[in-house]
């Protein structure tokens, strides 16, 4: 205990939570950010709450360590909407707000709205701060639940609306437990009869499939997935939030499945006699709506989250434990399989995938003008280093990447958008905080990057050098479809004020901003165009002229394409 004031407890606790950037939209404790002076703590001024909520969210995925987001008051509720995203993809973080004083409650103070339950529903803990005294153990309480079991968001709401609370003084802790300064914190052993009871179950299975979700990513557990699917040839599919746990050349490798997905993995999952999901939330993107796999299909599951185990899929066996740790017990346990039903079912599928591959390559070797989505994706791929990172916004961003972009190297990671359109920019200005080293590439849309473009002069100040590629389409053309049923088959009149946009040059406002700007109108430069931006070491925005008219297909079914599936927009 010493004598200090709540405003250098907090600095010194962020260092000791190994904290490396904060990102925040002032004026907000001052004092705080003021002690940080002489600190490793970069402070990230940003132009929207949603944005330093987003970045917290990337930075936070990709280091494994809480992103710290902060607002005052009347920027709270924008913070809030911002930690939609980091709750629905399990990211550990930690968002403080100011908020109302005994004093100013009930007289309409200026910019106060009790605004503390808005953060109920997209955090792990919400709680006030309504004393300095009270400052060590919320913070502490607040890094433990975020890193702990499965993570996720926190929210402090400092008294005061600019965290004036933080200037008093006091006899304070600043305690610091190290353990919980990453996710996982803690990595819970499986009970080791349910890891039996599941391999004899696929040991009975004649054509079993692995879905591996977010938590095979979290867990840092995929060279252990890639094991034990090996060992027990399994073929695999991962979902958008696992994209990168297995490199799609590998044999046993099928691709994401469920909406954004490749037709190839939803075939096989409607084959398959046996599933078993890891670190997977079994939701309703991985299994478009619960139709992969289908009903009546043997379930596995394996999460760190007892209240997962079930909830979607009736489990034949149910396995609690951390996934790195659970699949090293099962790789320990497993017998190397060698049966002929099995040979014959791993075929079976490297057909159906093969076949996949087939199909789509003309369009991802297209030499058409204006450019095709599906052109762009293979560049990328081609071009990303081998340690490098793509980011993902949603809508036919996250169609696009999820089929066509093609990950190579085991060290290569991929992170998309949970849901929140508009996600991909400043989500990859965090990843590239969090990974300074690492190439990191986002692919946006036009109406996703709209979203928070007065980033850009927030990259150019902190030479947050990732680089942007915006499929630049000149609408939202996702809703094409959508209208055209909403008039009755053709759309007339205005109809286009509901999903087009003007021509824009992002290049241009690119360099406005003080980055690069790198406009491409044929197939041709893709190539050269992404290998100089990513040798560039600044912020880069690649402005690709893409085909209006080019919508990602819908997801497979056994019924044919599934158009409701599509129920966001994207560019």
């Known amino acids: 205990m010493a004598k200090m004031t709540g405003a250098r407890l907090f600095a010194d606790m962020m260092r000791g939570y190994e904290v490396s950037h904060i990102f925040f939209v002032p004026a907000f404790m001052l004092k705080s950010f003021a002690e940080m002076e002489d600190m490793p703590i970069k402070r990230i001024m940003v132009h929207g709450e949603k944005a330093a909520a987003y970045m917290a969210d990337g930075y936070a995925r990709a280091s494994g360590k809480p992103g710290v987001c902060m607002a005052q008051m009347i920027g709270a509720s924008n913070l809030a909407a911002g930690l939609r995203d980091a709750y629905m993809a399990g990211a550990p973080m930690l968002a403080i707000t100011g908020g109302p004083t005994p004093q100013s409650r009930y007289r309409h103070a200026y910019q106060e709205v009790d605004d503390i339950t808005q953060f109920d529903a997209v955090t792990k803990f919400n709680a006030q701060v309504d004393s300095v005294s009270r400052m060590p153990d919320l913070l502490r309480q607040a890094f433990r639940v975020a890193t702990s079991g499965a993570p996720g968001p926190v929210h ?148 760190i989250d007892p209240e997962e185990l079930g909830r979607n899929y009736p489990n034949a066996v149910s396995i609690l434990g951390d996934a790195k740790v659970s699949l090293r017990r099962m790789i320990d346990a497993a017998p190397k399989a060698s049966s002929d039903t099995r040979a014959q079912w791993v075929k079976r599928v490297q057909q159906i995938v093969a076949d996949w591959r087939a199909e789509n390559a003309p369009m991802r070797s297209s030499a058409a003008s204006p450019i095709r989505p599906e052109r762009i994706c293979k560049e990328i791929s081609d071009a990303l280093p081998p340690d490098g990172v793509v980011a993902s916004d949603t809508g036919h961003a996250g169609i696009w990447t999820a089929r066509m972009i093609e990950l190579k190297h085991p060290q290569q990671r991929y992170y998309r958008t949970a849901g929140s359109l508009g996600w991909g920019f400043p989500g990859a200005l965090g990843i590239k905080c969090a990974l300074p080293d690492r190439a990191v590439v986002c692919f946006t849309g036009d109406g996703g990057f709209y979203y928070h473009i007065a980033e850009l002069e927030t990259a150019s100040r902190h030479n947050i050098n990732a680089v942007v590629v915006v499929n630049n389409n000149s609408a939202l053309n996702q809703e094409i479809k959508l209208n055209d049923i909403a008039y009755g088959g053709k759309q007339r009149g205005r109809a286009e004020e509901m999903w087009r946009f003007p021509y824009i040059n992002f290049a241009k406002i690119a360099e406005g901003f003080g980055c690069v700007g790198m406009r491409v109108e044929r197939p041709d430069e893709l190539a050269d165009a992404l290998r100089q931006a990513m040798a560039m070491n600044k912020p880069v925005v690649l402005d690709v002229v893409t085909d209006m008219y080019a919508i990602a297909p819908h997801p497979w079914t056994p019924s044919g394409r599934d158009f409701h599936s599509y129920q966001r927009t994207g560019a």
Not at 239 to 256: F, Q, R, Y
Request: include cysteine; charge should be negative; hydrophobic fraction near 45%.
């Open 156 to 303: 402090l709401r400092i008294q005061s609306h600019l965290g004036q609370l933080t200037e008093q003084e006091a006899e304070l802790d600043p305690l610091v437990e190290r353990t919980y300064s990453r996710a996982h914190a803690f990595r819970p052993e499986p009970e080791m009869h349910r890891i039996r009871d599941a391999l004899a179950v696929i040991a009975r299975a004649e054509r079993p499939m692995i879905v591996a979700g977010g938590g095979v990513a979290m867990s840092q557990a995929q060279s252990e997935l890639v094991e034990l699917a090996e060992r027990l040839a399994i073929p695999v599919a991962t979902s958008l939030n696992a994209k990168a746990a297995m490199i799609d050349a590998h044999p046993l490798a099928v691709g994401v499945p469920g909406a954004y997905s490749r037709d190839c993995a939803n075939r096989a999952l409607t084959e398959a006699d046996l599933v078993f999901f890891v670190g997977s939330q079994t939701g309703g993107q991985v299994t478009n709506n619960w139709i992969f796999p289908p009903a009546g299909t043997t379930v596995i599951q394996l999460d």
